[in-house]
């Protein structure tokens, strides 16, 4: 058994990591930015669209906090990655749901599922940038922890609309068909 402690990385295998990193990060972000903006122009208006119009601004916000963090980390924005993720992001609408040229009601949720998961990956990002920034005067621990907060705060919100979207699209409150009812009859009392 190998009891040896590993090397650190020497100067650029270390900023190449990182690059590799945050690009692998700031395409999820582009992509998350792009299922954000889609969703909240499909339920603009319905009681859904005011939720997701202040994650979709959330969501754009923390995309370019972590493009900053790349210019001041010096690590060049790797374009094909995030040109990768937004044209998956296009291609996933194009998913066999059902129905042949309308959106599946199930849109939502699965969509609601999706950008969860992408927030907690960038809680995770900001959680592990925040634990290095002790290693790493140009990463601004406050910024980090708000950043951490607003993921965290994203997630809790996310998690009350898929309970809802949830309760609304796979079980809808009952309403009795009116035509099956029996039609009241006068109170008949002497």
Partial sequence: MDTTTPTPPDGPTRQKRLG????DHLAGATAGVELAR????????SSY???LESLRREISQDRQALV????DLDVPARRYKSYGAWLGEKAARMKPNGRLLRRSGLALLVEIEALRLGAQGKASLWRGLLAASAQDARLDADRLEELLR???????TLDALHARAATELLFPAMRPDPASTPAAEPNSAP
């Fill in 68 to 71: 900053r963090l790349l210019a």
């Fill in 49 to 51: 669209g005011e939720t």
């Fill in 20 to 23: 590799i990193y945050l690009n």
């Fill in 150 to 156: 607003r993921a965290v705060r994203q997630i809790n």
């Fill in 38 to 45: 889609r969703m909240t122009r499909e339920h603009r208006g």
